[in-house]
């Protein structure tokens, strides 16, 4: 079974700080990486998608890949309260019909 | 509104019964998903469609069921053979499964054991 490691926090920032989450993956064939954020009781909603080595920006959020070292990141400027939720890292390997790996979620907290 | 609805958001089910859980999709998507989250847990996979009249079993498939006979429906049966199916279950949707591709969720069903 191929695995996607996160580690369970929780993760406990300021308000304003940087949020730092990390996800290892274990298929080196996993071509598709998704970070999903999941309230308390909710269904997982997608912040971010990343497919190629590098960081991609979308507002306050940056995913990085480094497939070499088979590791996805998210960070989360400018932390605020509302961001506090789970964070789950989701790989899906380059075969077609084939759905997510998740990991077990990282919780982040911001405190204000 | 283009979406995911899932229905009931609560069940309860007795031991011994079936209990068929409703995911519907109006997104045109293809694909379609069932997982399975258990407290403090990621999500599992159940089963998924690419087609109509085509799905897979996933990671934990034993004592579900499902069934794809139209595009925009893909409801999950959870039968008295699962031993232990106290959960939150949700449904995906996706345009082709294809490895680019994003899934998208409904609002999850919470299913307990009385």
């Known amino acids: 079974q191929k695995e996607v490691e996160q580690n369970s926090g929780p993760l406990s920032v300021p308000e304003g700080a940087i949020a730092s989450l990390n996800c290892t993956y274990s298929?080196?064939?996993?071509?598709?990486f998704f970070w999903y954020r999941q309230y308390s009781g909710k269904s997982p909603e997608l912040i971010m998608s990343?497919?190629?080595?590098g960081d991609k920006e979308d507002g306050r959020f940056t995913a990085q890949l480094n497939k070499a070292s088979q590791y996805v990141s998210l960070l989360i400027r400018d932390s605020q309260p509302s961001d506090s939720a789970t964070y789950l890292c989701a790989v899906k390997r380059y075969q077609a019909g084939t759905a997510l790996i998740f990991g077990k979620g990282t919780t982040l907290s911001v405190s204000s | 509104d283009g979406g995911i609805t899932q229905s009931p958001k609560y069940l309860f089910r007795k031991e011994g019964q079936n209990v068929t859980l409703s995911c519907e999709q109006n997104l045109n998507h293809d694909a379609m998903y069932w997982y399975r989250q258990d407290p403090g847990q990621g999500l599992r996979l159940i089963y998924y469609s690419q087609i109509v009249n085509d799905f897979q079993k996933g990671d934990i498939a034993e004592g579900y069921s499902v069934s794809r006979e139209k595009k925009e429906s893909f409801p999950l049966t959870v039968t008295s053979a699962q031993k232990n199916p106290t959960a939150f279950y949700l449904c995906?949707?996706?345009?082709?499964?294809?490895?680019?591709?994003?899934?998208?969720f409904g609002p999850g069903t919470r299913l307990t054991v009385l």
């Open positions: 995906a949707s996706s345009d082709s499964g294809g490895a680019a591709d994003t899934q998208y």
């Open positions: 990343i497919y190629s080595n």
């Open positions: 298929d080196r064939v996993s071509q598709s």
